[in-house]
């Protein structure tokens, strides 16, 4: 079975450019997160997606991030316009709506740096 | 106070050792628990759930306490392939499952 995959996996920009990111989950999962992981610290969700729905986007900081996924399958989280604090690893995961030990499966990230 | 905290470490265990990490979490509402391993510049992989009668796996035990809001994970005869950063994980259903992470706790095995 493929896993999430993810691109690109690495990305420098310089502040106040636009930068988007591309994620395609498991096939046959219902459920896709975005979180951002700054270096030393924990997964913080930016956004849930239910197919292609929003069911939580109370931590993106809307007046730059935008995600969308449409047909519920592959997503895309843009940024406009970056900032230093940015910088992070962006990972996308995807979970089947079964139940709720189910885990999350990761793609293995988008590395941004922002200058 | 986080929803999701753990001792960020790092935890330096000689070869063999048994260690323990702790977790808390402050939403009583929570019903499932989760330990994943990072490791250095990888995405989070799921290590186990966390039953309420607990639950082993080789070397790895996992033990839920609700009366005090905390999840443990003790690992025995520690090895090198064990260094990793490990995540707590804390999740409910509010009409669709929400999970919180913890920083984690960077464990390094040393020979």
């Known amino acids: 079975e ?33 979180y951002q992981q700054i270096l030393g610290q924990g997964p913080k969700l930016l956004i849930q997606f239910q197919n292609n729905g929003v069911v939580d986007d109370s931590q993106l900081p809307k007046d730059r991030f935008s995600a969308e996924r449409l047909k519920g399958v592959d997503s895309t989280l843009k940024i406009q316009p970056a900032k230093l604090e940015d910088s992070a690893v962006y990972l996308c995961a995807s979970r089947s709506l079964q139940g709720l030990t ?13 200058l | 106070r986080k929803e999701v905290e753990q001792d960020p470490g790092p935890f330096n265990v000689p070869e063999g050792a048994t260690v323990a990490f702790n977790c808390t979490y402050s939403n009583s509402a929570s019903q499932s628990f989760f330990w994943y391993r990072q ?7 799921l290590l186990m759930s966390v039953y309420s009668s607990g639950n082993e796996d080789g070397r790895f035990t996992a033990q839920l306490n609700r009366a005090s809001q905390y999840i443990s994970l003790l690992i025995r005869d520690s090895k090198l392939s064990d260094s990793a950063t490990y995540l707590c994980v804390a999740g409910f259903s509010g009409g669709y499952q929400k999970v919180t992470f913890g920083t984690g706790t960077k464990l390094q095995v040393i020979p």
């Not at chain 1, 189910?102 to 922002?114: I, N, S, W």
Request: hydrophobic letters at 30%; aromatic letters at 14%; one cysteine or more.
């Open chain 1, 2 to 34: 493929a896993g999430v995959a993810q691109s690109p996996r690495y990305k420098i920009i310089e502040k106040r450019q636009s930068v988007a990111f591309w994620c395609n989950p498991i096939s046959g999962h219902a459920t896709l997160y975005w």
């Open chain 1, 102 to 114: 189910d885990t999350q499966y990761f793609g293995p990230g988008t590395r941004l740096t922002v």
């Open chain 2, 39 to 45: 490791d250095c510049r990888k995405e989070p992989k």
